[in-house]
């Protein structure tokens, strides 16, 4: 068929005056051709026109062949698959179909279309346009990478929340794809927004449910969250992403335009999120007309908040609290592959582990604290002390002193080398006193000011340890290293010892 230009070409050489024959040598169509667009009257487009008719092609008695290998390739190694190439070589050269020699393009093309007819029978009937109302909102995680404060590149999770209605999103990064990071990730935004979307669509792989046949069941701490605020759940169907694609393309516009080139992050990552992250995105493209509806998303955002719930009086507590006992050196288990060491003191006790998106508190079993620690994620094994507590059990057992994780974090110095040359007694007591320190001040400063009062192998004594902790407490030791380059030496005099100076 001729292009319209084509045509119109012809049937104006023709009114100009021109013969068949000329207008032949001009356009270089045939003669039956040209007859045909002359004496055409009807130029409008019938289905007959459109329609596809295949061919007769060389190939055909060789399509029930392709079709053939193509079908078993299926249960090949997903690299391991026939290309147009090796197909043409197989037909001609080694299943001798010599006069397919010359017909690599038609091979190509026939596989192309018959791959093609896989993927829309996997793919299953299509999708359904759906409508969102007011108030409702879809549910997801994405992943991107973020540099973290000392440069380095680190990939993390982040949740998003979207309003199909308003077309407006809100997103923070989380540790993990939990429940609990679930809850804690609405949690915040909740918080922010003031107001609780009457509907959340979620998919099956958000952490707050599992699927049996098609029976959706929530966790426990999931069901309590979603009771406290009173908003409805809904899950998708299997291999359905469709049923929320507006956080679903809410996730990789965020990614591609407020995150690239990667963030900055800082710490505590809950901070980061409430200063940066979470308004920035509540905030970007907020004011562009919907993309169906050719109103500005303010002002459909306030048909969201309409149809929203207001926040109950009193935030929800997320946590999944739970009974563990703890084994013989205090050590408590976590996802089976993060330990949280206690010390002997807690030895085969049990204890409540409240376990929250970013930390994990333990507590006797009548409701005391033991210790909060950061919570771990990821599939290796970790490994978190409580060096308090260890140092308090070290204190009766100091021959283990050499091979304790006091000794490993505590920094190097002359403390730490006088108790590793020290004798069973002298040992001892450098311990307890290092602990006494440490129960007051912390462990970071007794150790400091331990190391920085120990010289040539003589112990202070505990109130110049404590006198210093409690100065490094008010007043930063670094700051006390005469910054200004102004000289003392005239008060030397009234210390009676020039060398006592900075002493404490």
Request: net charge neutral.
């Amino acid at each position: 068929m001729l292009q319209m230009s084509q045509i119109e070409n012809i049937r104006n050489l023709r009114q100009k005056g021109s013969t068949v024959a000329e207008i032949r040598k001009i356009t270089n169509l045939d003669r039956k051709t040209i007859d045909k667009y002359l004496t055409r009257t009807d130029f409008s487009v019938a289905v007959d026109d459109m329609a596809f008719t295949p061919a007769k092609s060389i190939l055909d008695p060789y399509k029930p062949t392709i079709d053939k290998l193509l079908e078993s390739e299926r249960e090949y190694f997903g690299k391991q698959h026939f290309t147009a190439t090796r197909m043409h070589e197989y037909l001609a050269v080694e299943l001798g179909h010599r006069e397919l020699e010359h017909s690599y393009h038609l091979v190509r093309k026939y596989m192309k279309s018959y791959r093609n007819g896989l993927r829309r029978e996997c793919d299953g009937p299509g999708s359904m346009k759906l409508v969102w109302h007011p108030g409702e909102a879809q549910c997801d995680f994405g992943e991107a990478d973020f540099y973290e404060p000392d440069g380095a590149l680190a990939r993390r999770k982040y949740l998003v929340l979207s309003f199909p209605n308003s077309n407006r999103g809100i997103y923070e990064i989380l540790p993990g794809e939990n429940g609990e990071c679930v809850c804690q990730g609405l949690l915040d935004f909740f918080l922010f927004m003031g107001y609780v979307p009457r509907v959340i669509v979620f998919d099956n792989a958000t952490g707050i449910s599992k699927r049996i046949c098609n029976i959706v069941q929530q966790s426990e701490l999931f069901t309590r969250f979603r009771l406290h605020y009173r908003f409805i759940a809904r899950f998708t169907n299997v291999r359905s992403g469709w049923e929320k694609g507006c956080v679903e393309n809410k996730v990789g516009v965020l990614r591609r335009n407020l995150l690239v080139p990667p963030l900055q992050i800082s710490y505590p990552i809950q901070a980061f999120n409430k200063a940066i992250l979470i308004p920035k995105s509540f905030a970007f493209r907020a004011e562009e007309p919907h993309y169906e509806k050719g109103i500005p998303g303010t002002e459909l955002y306030k048909q969201d908040e309409e149809h929203m719930i207001p926040l109950p009086p009193t935030p929800f507590e997320v946590a999944h609290i739970e009974t563990q006992k703890a084994n013989k050196t205090g050590t408590v288990m976590i996802d089976t592959v993060h330990s949280y060491v206690l010390g002997p003191s807690h030895s085969s006790e049990d204890v409540l582990v409240a376990k929250g998106a970013w930390d994990l508190h333990l507590y006797t079993r009548d409701g005391r604290l033991i210790k909060s620690f950061p919570r771990e994620y990821g599939p290796l094994p970790t490994q978190t002390y409580d060096i308090q507590a260890i140092l308090s059990s070290l204190v009766h057992k100091p021959n283990a002193w050499p091979n304790s994780h006091v000794r490993e974090a505590m920094p190097q110095g002359g403390f730490r080398e006088y108790i590793d040359a020290g004798t069973d007694r002298t040992r001892r007591n450098a311990i307890y006193m290092l602990n006494e320190c440490s129960d007051r001040f912390g462990f970071g400063n007794a150790s400091i000011a331990a190391n920085q009062l120990c010289r040539d192998g003589k112990i202070p004594k505990q109130e110049d340890i404590f006198a210093l902790c409690n100065r490094m407490v008010s007043f930063p030791l670094q700051l006390s290293e005469n910054a200004t380059n102004v000289s003392l030496s005239m008060f030397d005099a009234l210390l009676g010892k020039s060398g006592m100076r900075g002493a404490v």
